[in-house]
């Protein structure tokens, strides 16, 4: 602040150049700097050099004319200043003012800075003539690296995005995530808008060819793997209907643990609305696993009866004996045509989601009711107990006339577990935390925004992910020994079959049979023994024992749902002396090593993934060592200055050696570019077209069936209901009931409301 007698006012800045001036000189260093009869090899050094000196200066560049010989040589060309010339007249005129336009603003503003180039010898270009001053400020240090020709997507950063796509990172996070790694934004290159304009190319480019090159990639897997299956099916216009696949190691998987599998078809994944559906079960670590999936254009029964038989065709003609699906008449129908006889089951967590917007308000907020009903759900152990129950919730809270809960009592065989505990493993997938694992699991990389080809780069990605989470149980569960809490020969025995997640679980029954099963009667008649137990919970447990094969029966029915043996077959496996559990006890599926066997499929291809080429996985290894050592040098170099320039000199002096042993890399196209990322050539003729029905807005949800949607529509209708506000608009300055996006006054449609129209029909 300055003082002027008893006054103060603000300084004025003293520009270092006069505002009156209209020329400005770049100031750089002399061997920066263009001068006439400067030689240069080839144009690309040229452009090189002259974007160098205008990014010191503070300047944009852009290539201008060029003429050409006959022989296709160019001959003359000229490089100048962003600024060069004026907008045309045409650009500023405004056709549709009612349009929205994009604000561009004007950057032309007849600056005559530029130098000329012309050909002198083989390949050699020497500056003719030059104007070296500009009518313009030039761009200060630090904004330098937004001037429009400093800017590009280098290699790096396109790594960097294709790596993020690839694990579910979008182009922002990308974008943010090279921004921390490179110290800021001027590091990085290129700003995000250019980083998206990066991949919405991409995205551009496939638009039409995305459903070719899916299918093309689906192909080249098969032709890697003779055991990757796929098929499809387009319309009679050639728009892509249906795609299922499964590769080696899911129909592996399926051999092993198809007993039990769960279909999901409530996600919508990518930008044509098509419905994913995947097909799940459950390995020997208790983890989720994949089966196949498939891409549905719509819910038909057709479309389920097309996608059942080519999973059957995929697995050699073998049905699942039980199948979890969602609530839909579609599904139901069409598994009764492809798969009569198994047992269908509907998904309890889809239920049990939608039921809190099926009470009221009140009864949501209520602790008992989600106590009782819990416990009725989950916790009934006979149709019995589960009926008088529900029954009581339902007349304690007032939902006799609820049509929701009438039709799920209704359906009640086909999900409440009290209803199917005699079936075999039927308990292994009806837990909510496993759906809402394989939700959580599919919505990494689930987004309606996404093509068939982004889905499937992600897709794979995060399945390799899921893959390794079995290799390391694996690895602890063959390698580790869990610490044993009894003496028993029994526990001993099952610490070294039973993989490490399933032996927890039986280690909790061995806990429960030494602790809490307390023997209130034994009774034998005609070789079969009959134990009773009562155990903490006042509930007398039945076991029926075979003394011949010491194969038995318990009341609990854990073994039947779970396939564990539970504490009352134990202790009674102790009470005739049993050392150890029979084979029969042992299921193949939860041992360490029950996928140890080489499966085949009907044609004779072993179902295992095919290593990756060593060739291939050589130069990767190399790769890592020079990336991670490097990394490492650049820790050690940062200590101190002297350490970075020597770091530095270091590595631009193997720049020229490296060029003698290794050929000039050519340089890619854009497009070379995009399909080194697919994994597959763009085509330039299309006969698998994507759907037609195009939506890209948003991130898919949970598709929401018949009554959930009256619900919905309900609620929308209460507040449309309600009375409305009104606003002062900023385009026509009035109160009324609408906004400057929806004013009448735009396009002279609608009727306008003043303030009288407003006290008449009551609102405030």
Excluded at 45 to 70: D, T
Aim: aromatic share 10%; net charge positive; proline share 3%.
């Amino acid at each position: 602040m300055q003082m002027n007698g008893e006054r103060f006012s603000t300084p004025i800045k003293k520009a270092s150049v006069p505002l009156s001036c209209s020329s400005f000189i770049p100031e750089c260093e002399d061997n920066f700097k263009p001068k006439v009869g400067m030689t240069f090899e080839g144009l690309e050094a040229v452009e090189k050099f002259y974007k160098y000196y205008a990014h010191e200066s503070g300047f944009g560049v852009r290539v201008g004319q060029q003429k050409k010989l006959v022989n296709e040589v160019v001959r003359t060309k000229r490089y100048m200043c962003n600024r060069e010339g004026f907008k045309s007249e045409k650009a500023k005129e405004v056709v549709d003012p009612s349009k929205k336009r994009r604000k561009n603003t004007a950057t032309r503003c007849g600056c005559d800075a530029h130098i000329f180039v012309k050909l002198c010898g083989n390949d050699t270009y020497k500056i003719e003539s030059l104007v070296e001053h500009h009518n313009h400020g030039l761009v200060s240090p630090d904004n330098r690296h937004l001037i429009r020709s400093n800017r590009q997507v280098s290699e790096r950063a396109k790594n960097a995005l294709y790596t993020c796509h690839k694990a579910s990172i979008g182009t922002c996070q990308a974008y943010r995530l090279l921004q921390v790694s490179d110290g800021g934004i001027d590091g990085v290159g290129c700003t995000k808008r250019d980083f998206q304009n990066y991949y919405r190319d991409l995205r551009y480019k496939i638009r039409n060819a995305d459903a070719q090159m899916f299918v093309a990639q689906l192909a080249r897997k098969q032709e890697v793997n003779s055991a990757f299956f796929y098929d499809f099916e387009v319309s009679d216009e050639g728009n892509l209907k249906y795609v299922f696949w499964a590769d080696a190691t899911s129909r592996k998987n399926y051999k092993h643990f198809g007993r039990v599998a769960s279909f999901d078809s409530t996600y919508t994944t990518n930008q044509y609305n098509m419905i994913f559906a995947p097909f799940t079960g459950v390995n020997h670590h208790l983890q989720s696993v994949f089966f196949g999936a498939a891409f549905l254009l719509n819910e038909r029964e057709e479309s389920y009866v097309w996608l059942f038989k080519t999973f059957l065709k995929a697995m050699g003609g073998e049905a699942p004996k039980l199948i979890i699906t969602d609530e839909a008449r579609s599904i139901k129908n069409a598994i009764d045509i492809v798969f009569p006889g198994i047992i269908h089951r509907l998904c309890m967590w889809h239920i049990m989601d939608k039921l809190p917007e099926k009470v009221g308000p009140v009864i949501r907020e209520e602790p008992e009711f989600w106590k009782r009903m819990n416990a009725c759900v989950w916790g009934s152990e006979t149709p019995a107990e589960f009926e008088s129950e529900w029954n009581s919730v339902i007349s304690d809270f007032g939902l006799e006339d609820n049509e929701w809960f009438t039709k799920r009592f209704s359906l009640r065989e086909s999900w409440i577990p009290a209803y199917f505990m005699d079936i075999s493993l039927a308990g292994i997938l009806r837990t909510t935390s496993r759906s809402e694992s394989a939700n959580s699991f599919f919505n990494r990389f689930i987004h309606r925004k996404l093509t068939l080809v982004e889905f499937w780069l992600r897709f794979d990605t995060a399945l390799e992910c899921q893959r390794q989470e079995e290799l390391i149980a694996d690895n602890s569960s063959i390698h580790r020994t869990p610490q044993l809490v009894t003496p028993w020969a029994i526990e001993k025995q099952g610490s070294e079959v039973f993989t490490y997640e399933v032996f927890e679980k039986f280690q909790k029954q061995i806990i429960a049979a030494r602790d809490h099963c307390c023997v209130q009667s034994i009774a034998q008649h005609e070789g079969i023994k009959i134990v009773t137990f009562r155990t903490g919970a006042s509930k007398v447990r039945e076991v029926r024992c075979d003394i011949a094969t010491m194969i038995a029966n318990c009341s609990c029915k854990l073994f039947e749902s779970h396939g564990i043996p539970c504490r009352h077959i134990i202790q009674v496996m102790r009470m005739e002396n049993q050392q150890e559990l029979p084979t029969f006890y042992i299921m193949e599926r939860w041992q360490k090593r029950c996928k140890r066997q080489s499966v085949y499929d009907v044609q004779g291809n072993l179902l295992e993934e095919k290593p990756a080429d060593s060739l291939d996985a050589a130069a990767r290894k190399k790769i890592l060592i020079v990336r991670n050592k490097l990394e490492d040098l650049i820790q050690t170099a940062k200590q101190s200055d002297e350490g970075m320039d020597f770091l530095l000199s270091s590595v631009l002096s193997i720049e020229e050696p490296l060029s003698q042993k290794v050929p000039a890399a050519v340089k890619h196209t854009r497009q070379e570019e995009y399909e080194a990322f697919i994994g597959c050539n763009i085509p330039t003729e299309v006969n698998i077209h994507p759907p037609n029905d195009i939506r890209s807005v948003g991130r898919s949800k949970r598709i929401k069936r018949g009554k959930e949607m009256n619900g919905e529509e309900q609620k929308k209708k209460n507040k449309e209901a309600k009375a409305k506000v009104a606003r002062m608009c900023r385009t026509c300055n009035t109160l009324g009931f609408h906004d400057s996006r929806k004013c009448p006054s735009k396009n002279s449609q609608g009727k306008e409301m003043n303030v009288q129209e407003i006290h008449t029909d009551g609102a405030s």
